[in-house]
């Protein structure tokens, strides 16, 4: 089922390479933080405004005065929080070592250890391992669990683990599984939205929402 889906979003939605921009690789964690309840452009500005303070390293986000990231985080909403839980992060970086150090951790060890930070539920974490420390991991998202419950319908909706076990297995390795993610995000976003445009949908032939729609118009 995942290598047919992945070949046929491939084909309706291209290549979505650099799909995730960021200068750096603590700039992805950031912006994996910053983008919690709110959009991505909202975030991106919160971004910028802390690269023309030079603010994008751990070191200086663990220094900058509290109210000031306040304010520089401002467009990304939910600022207090936010401020307070970058400022966890950088301090996790800086104490374990940088990112080069996390980078030597095994998977499981890495992943349980980024749970633990405040602000950082799996879909986070995964988000990090798969774009931050290069590791072959899916990232389960709302618009993952909704596309695949459409397809797989009318059987049981799977879990969390179970796709992410049999995606990580059908497609291996991290640029794969970065690029099915996002071309998962790009479908939910022009096609498999909550009220879905199934007539452009290159996963009609393998859907069991659209075929239970078809059957009842026959
Ligand atoms: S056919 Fe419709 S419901 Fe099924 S995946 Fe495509 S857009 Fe979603």
């Known amino acids: 089922m995942f290598a047919d889906v992945f070949e046929r979003l491939r084909e309706q939605h291209g290549p979505q ?23 991505w452009r909202n975030a991106a500005v919160a971004i910028e405004r802390l ?43 800086i104490s374990a070592g940088g990112l080069d150090s996390l980078s030597g951790r095994q998977t499981v060890e890495l992943r349980n250890q980024l749970l633990e930070l405040e602000g950082v539920g799996p879909e986070t974490a995964d ?49 794969a599984l970065n690029e099915f993610h996002a071309l998962v995000i790009a479908h939910g976003q022009r096609c498999c939205s909550p009220t879905p445009s199934c007539e452009p949908c290159s996963l009609r032939a393998i859907c069991g929402f659209e075929r239970e729609g078809q059957s009842r118009l026959a």
């Open 127 to 175: 988000a990090m391992l798969g774009y931050v420390f290069d590791r072959p991991v899916l990232v389960v998202d709302a618009y993952t669990r909704r596309l695949f419950a459409r397809l797989y319908h009318p059987s049981p909706a799977l879990s969390d683990t179970a796709l992410k076990r049999d995606a990580e297995a059908t497609l291996g390795t991290t640029q």
């Open 17 to 39: 390479e650099g799909w995730w921009p960021a200068d750096s690789r603590f700039e992805v964690m950031v912006g994996a933080l910053l983008v919690q309840r709110t959009t």
């Open 51 to 93: 690269k023309q303070v030079r603010c994008m390293t751990a070191e200086r986000l663990a220094h900058i005065g509290t109210d000031e990231l306040r304010m520089l985080i401002k467009p990304a909403g939910f600022f207090r929080v936010k401020a307070t839980r970058l400022k966890k992060l950088a301090r996790f970086v």
